[in-house]
């Protein structure tokens, strides 16, 4: 399987807002979704967000709900984590992953199949 290749990233300010881009080239045969992580300094390994790449329903973390979302193309080839209102902890390092994803009680699972490289987001305080 091909890697998602992501790109964004870098510094903002506090209360700012970014855009990361993660390119599809491959789907592994049991992915029906995109997944976004996080992992910190300070916390462990985070999920953000997702996005079911046939129906379009998407799914954010509790600790970035109401800030963060995801959003894909028409194509289906490029999915975007959109950050509003980014804080100083949201400084993290940043992957998208190709994933099998499911909603168990009302909350998102994802299994990544395939990860993109990473790409750092810091927020200045």
């Known amino acids: 399987v091909v890697e998602p290749l992501q790109s964004g990233g870098g510094s903002v300010p506090a209360g700012g807002l970014m855009t990361l881009s993660c390119e599809i080239s491959?789907?592994?045969?049991?992915?029906?979704?995109v997944a976004w992580f996080r992992r910190s300094s300070t916390s462990a390994f985070e999920g953000v967000g997702g996005?079911?790449?046939?129906?379009?329903?998407?799914y954010a973390g509790d600790s970035v709900q109401g800030r963060f979302s995801v959003s894909q193309d028409g194509a289906k080839k490029t999915v975007y984590l959109h950050m509003n209102s980014l804080k100083p902890e949201d400084t993290a390092i940043y992957y998208c992953a190709t994933s099998y994803c499911t909603i168990e009680n009302g909350q998102a699972r994802a299994a990544p199949s395939s990860w993109g490289q990473g790409t750092q987001v810091t927020v200045a305080s």
């Open positions: 996005i079911f790449s046939e129906s379009g329903d998407t």
């Open positions: 491959q789907y592994a045969a049991r992915d029906n979704c």
